[in-house]
């Protein structure tokens, strides 16, 4: 390309949070599809969010005569700065009196890996990692604790740190999520630090909310959900189709959930909002303002007319799991135009131990065996197929995983072959955000600092 436009997006979370150059031929109309975004919260906002909390007790209230705590908090392949967030929480539970040395920090990643001494560090904050116990969640532990089945059939069985401690709080984030609506709320706890046999039932047998919606989906007549296809119109009112978001609620409630601290974030991965309180209240106020900060708007026009999709998967761009989560405006547009998935995956890790069925220590000598696989051919075909930019994917795995895509290492040789294919004047449509945005839909929301409440 002789001459050329740039457009700049954010990339890797939690490895540098760095600006990324798209370069893109000077006769494109290249459209950005940006989220609403909001302002990122100083510390005085963030303090303020603890102050007033949302269907239940101040922390240090709730908090108070209990011997020990576990905080439950979520892994890298979620973007929530849970470093910002602890030292409030760990100071309300300094006041209630709860014992430092009884404090426990869990990390709940489900059956995703264990992190490193270092991830850890970046999660909770080099201070926090020091003066408490930090650990990894371990699906197939086996002194993980029973409370029985619930009315669905599912077995409950949950990490036993969490189990024992006599307060109990989640701290994540809510990001949109095709099996629950948003993540956040109780899904720290299911499947978070839910057992293997938990983590199976919950995803095998229970319907899905949708991406991006707060309520229940309806039920059609043959008792199945509504699939979402991206329609603002679909699923906004309350629905009677039970769903992961009701079986994680149902866990949380019985072994005794106490407390939530979720934050919203900005296009840029700073705090935009947070919501502490009750798990079911407080997350439901989180989710309405998500929906509305992350809401995208996209113009019929271009929607007919798109030649190409863009989607950067930032800020779940950490590992090469996250990447679907990108692709959900697809739908959207009527020409099948080719998309984009910009993912550097910068771990390069694949595992769902769930889906592999394999522990963790046999996964990574699985891994190591494939390492030596050479990259497929990157040649640019028909648009069905994804063109995934990712520069850590391993090849071995992601033949396994996208048979039917193609892995390109660098967007300068990918735009190099679209460039030849796609008309001179060709119509983008770039998502900065895809991985956080949804399509914008018009309901109430609610702002990001809550005012204060009753309890």
Known sequence: ?????????????????IDRALTFPA??????????????????????????????PRIRDAAKGRASAAIIVDDLGRPTPAAEMLPFVLEELATAGVPKAETAIVVGGGSHRPLTDEEIIKKVGADVATAYATT???????????YGNLDDGTPVYIN????????????????????????????????????????????????RRGQGNIERRKATRGGSTLTQRGS????????DARDHRD???????????????????????????????DFVTAHRTGAHFAQRIYGTAIPQTLRQEADLLVCNAYPLDADPIQGPKALWARSCFQQNPYTVVLNPASDGIFYHGLHQQLPWPQYLKRRAA????????????????????????????????????????????LIEQLAAKLPADATV??????????????????????????S
């Open 1 to 17: 390309m002789n001459t050329s436009q740039i457009v700049i997006v954010p990339s890797r979370a939690w490895y540098g949070d």
């Open 429 to 454: 449509a770039v998502f900065p955000n895809a991985s956080l945005q949804i399509l914008a839909r018009a309901e109430p929301v609610a702002s990001g600092i809550p005012s204060k409440q009753a």
């Open 160 to 207: 036993r740190i969490v189990a024992e401690a006599e307060f109990k709080i989640c701290v994540g984030g809510i990001y949109p999520h095709g099996s629950a609506g948003f993540g956040g709320g109780a899904k720290l706890i299911v499947p978070g630090v839910a057992g293997f046999a938990t983590i199976f039932h919950f995803h095998s047998f229970s319907a």
């Open 136 to 146: 990894s969640h371990d699906f197939m532990a086996g002194d993980l604790v029973g």
């Open 232 to 239: 603002a119109e679909e699923s906004l009112g309350p629905g």
């Open 370 to 413: 494939a390492d030596a696989t050479a990259d497929p051919e990157a040649v640019v075909g028909n648009p069905e197929s994804l063109l995934i930019v990712s520069e850590h994917f391993q090849a071995a795995e992601f033949t396994t995983r996208h048979g039917d895509d193609i892995l390109f290492r660098s967007w300068e040789a």
């Open 247 to 277: 079986v994680s609620e149902d866990v949380a409630r019985r072994i005794g959930l106490d407390m939530v601290v979720n934050c919203v974030l900005t296009s840029r991965r700073r705090i935009a909002g947070v919501f502490v309180g």
């Open 27 to 56: 006769g494109w109309d290249v459209h950005i599809c940006a989220c609403q975004d909001a302002p990122a919260l100083g510390p005085a906002q963030i303090a303020a969010t603890f102050e007033n909390p949302i269907g239940a």
